[in-house]
């Protein structure tokens, strides 16, 4: 990988990049208001964004609380339990209050809920390799960085 070396080059790319992480904050953005329209017309079917979030989260863990699921999905508590009473009417999550301290709910997947998420994650999957199937190891390597960088500056605003 080459540095750019001429500073007015250097600006122009820093612009760009600037400009390329706007352009996607507002995708991600439009996701979240179409996601909001949709849940009158959802009637439980379907998946958010948000709950996908969650679910991949809970994916990873046999059980979490609703506190961690909400940190780690980036969501606010109240929004988390209105959606884990949805997916736990539609069969998709359970939860229990923990034996420990019974403040806590604990969160898990169902065995439904596990099959929803392994699908869903499947689907991502292939979307992922379909759309970046061109960009080479070393450029998915090289926007990797960009994004943790980018997210780092933005948490330490």
């Known amino acids: 990988m080459t540095a750019v070396t001429d500073p007015t080059a250097r600006q122009a790319t820093l612009d760009e990049l600037r400009l390329a992480m706007g ?7 439009r996701l979240r208001g179409r996601e909001q329209r949709g849940r009158d017309q959802q009637q439980g079917r379907d998946l958010t964004h948000s709950q996908l979030r969650a679910l991949f989260v809970l994916g990873k863990a046999d059980e979490v609380t609703a506190g961690e699921l909400a940190r780690s999905a980036d969501l606010n508590p ?6 884990l009473d949805q997916l736990e009417a539609n069969g998709i999550v359970e939860r229990r209050r923990s034996s420990q301290d019974r403040r806590m ?8 809920g596990r099959a929803v998420v392994d699908d869903h994650r499947a689907r991502w999957q ?21 994004m943790r960088t980018m997210t780092a500056l ?4």
């Open 23 to 29: 352009e996607l904050l507002g995708a991600e953005r």
């Open 105 to 112: 709910c604990m969160v898990s997947l169902t065995e439904s």
């Open 78 to 83: 109240a929004s988390v339990t209105a959606m």
């Open 126 to 146: 292939a979307m992922w390799e379909e759309s970046l199937r061109d960009l080479a190891e070393e450029e998915l390597a090289a926007a990797l960085r960009v």
């Open 154 to 157: 933005f948490d330490g605003l």
